[in-house]
């Protein structure tokens, strides 16, 4: 039986309760719930594990052994964590808790975030689901909204939504669900992601009928007025940042939603619609272009994060725009991340949602040592609200993508795709290894219909076994710049590119066949 914490329940809610109906009326705090309040939801609670008692297959076989003991603590810590949010047998389907802890609940902003890491935990079968769940319950109805939380009976959660016309939603959360969508695509092979005609549905709607509704195309974006906020639900919040009211659009909402227009031009090209294609690719580009031209302050050297209902410029920005890659490169790229490492040194504890995010972006951006931290952090005994589901899942998430950088991409560039060009998938490995790892082994991750096994030996040595039915491409990327590297004994000629802040990464492509495993590292410098 899932084992039940008789501890105080914390239950984070966007804004303090309206208890007549369930509506948020002021800022971000957390509440201890009331003894009947705790009482009913420890009861829904047992009853649905003692339902699910008798399922003891729900484990996952991603394992990490490392030299690094306090690493494979944290790993198993979080393995442990997103297990016991994972449910089955309940109205919804298969699913994960994804919302502020105690609502059985998932909403479309921690799903987004959380798809990576459950992944790679072996959850991509809820994964499909709680996204379908979001892509079915579109409509015109609610201003081409979706619900923004639906719990375990298959409902919107009541505590955002009364009617559809009265609902509380953030106006990222479709693109975010978008992109989520095209990554998991990538990740599974699945191909439902890009012909299921409730999935693409979706992502029709959301690029057109959506932004027309919500005022967002890029040549009306900057002077709309927020026509949805109907205190207290604030249907149409333009932006995940809850707290102020006195906003019309937030920069987050521009990043979501040029990953949306990106994620949506890379599944019409696959489906083989390469005007569409262009056309958002271009949608994406506008978008790109207005935020780092009119949203970047050169004078202070930094981005602006929200725009008020004065039209005035507010705030800085840094993981908004980093998580989703939508910086120009140098002065632009620092900016935003010093903002971030900025907002590090002083943010509260209480605020783990931004948090479970800046693991995985120090490591793209080539800061493994502040990430290591960030995932230790994350994870110590006692830390304040470890509990909140995105914690833990994100954790996964900064390890497999960033410490061990194993990622899923198309072999051809956006732009090619676009034009019509064939591809296949690869997986990347690129070690963020720090000096306190000596070498980290990832098991059992899943690739596809199979998975694989990745060991780094610190940032020169990686060894990659195909458990797959199928050849796997295999992109073996390392830190710094070398003319050749050393694949199966033999000297190779290699790639060096430079990414994100001049960051050199050298890689070599091949394929690994099924059921063998393939050496590459760096030669020895002399």
Known sequence: MRKIQLEPIFVESKMPVDLMFGRPVGVRHRRIIAFGAVFFSLLAFSVSAIAQSHDRTRQSRLELRSSDTRLVQSFNWARQQAMAYVFDGDPVGPWYEAALPGRRAFCMRDVAHQVAGAQALGLSKYTHNMLRRFAENISASKDWCSYWEINYLNQPAPIDFKSDTEFWYNLPANFDILDACYRMYLWTGDRSYIEDPVFMNFYDRTVKDYVSRWDLDVDRIMARSNPGQTPPFFRGDPSYEESRRDMVLGVDL???????????????????????????????????????????????????????????????????????????????????????????????????????????????????????????????????????????????????????????????????????????????????????????????????????????????????????????????????????????????????????????????????????????????QK
């Open 254 to 524: 521009l990043a979501t939603q040029y990953v949306g227009y990106r994620s949506y031009a890379t599944i019409q090209a696959i489906r083989g619609d390469h005007d569409s294609a262009h056309l958002y690719l271009e949608s994406a580009s506008d978008v790109k272009g207005l935020i780092n031209r009119a949203w970047w302050n050169p004078a202070e050297g930094y981005f602006f994060s929200f725009l008020d209902k004065d039209h005035h410029f507010q705030g800085h920005a840094g993981a908004d725009l980093l998580y989703r890659d939508v910086t120009e490169e140098g002065p632009k790229t620092q900016g935003a991340l010093d903002t971030l490492l900025e907002k590090m040194r002083s943010e509260p504890a209480s605020e783990v949602e931004a948090e479970s995010h800046y693991a995985e972006i120090l490591y793209r951006y080539g800061k493994p040592e502040p990430a290591y931290g960030e995932i230790l952090d994350l994870t110590r005994p006692g830390r304040e609200r470890q509990e909140y589901p995105e914690v833990s899942y994100s954790v996964i998430e900064a390890i497999v993508n960033g410490l061990m950088g194993v990622d899923v991409e198309p072999d051809v560039p956006i732009k090619d795709l676009v034009q019509g060009k064939p591809f296949e998938t690869f997986v990347r490995t690129l070690p963020q290894l720090t000096g306190k790892t000596t070498w980290a082994e990832l098991r059992n991750l899943p690739i596809g219909e199979g998975a694989i096994t990745v060991r780094h030996y610190g940032e020169i040595r990686t060894t990659l076994i195909n458990h797959e039915k199928t050849d796997l491409n295999w992109e073996a990327a390392f830190p710094g710049s070398f003319a050749t590297l050393v694949v199966n004994g033999k000297s190779a000629e290699a790639h060096t590119e430079f990414r994100h802040l001049g960051h050199a990464v050298t890689w070599v492509k091949i394929k690994v066949k099924p059921g063998a495993s393939a050496c590459v590292e760096v030669p020895e």
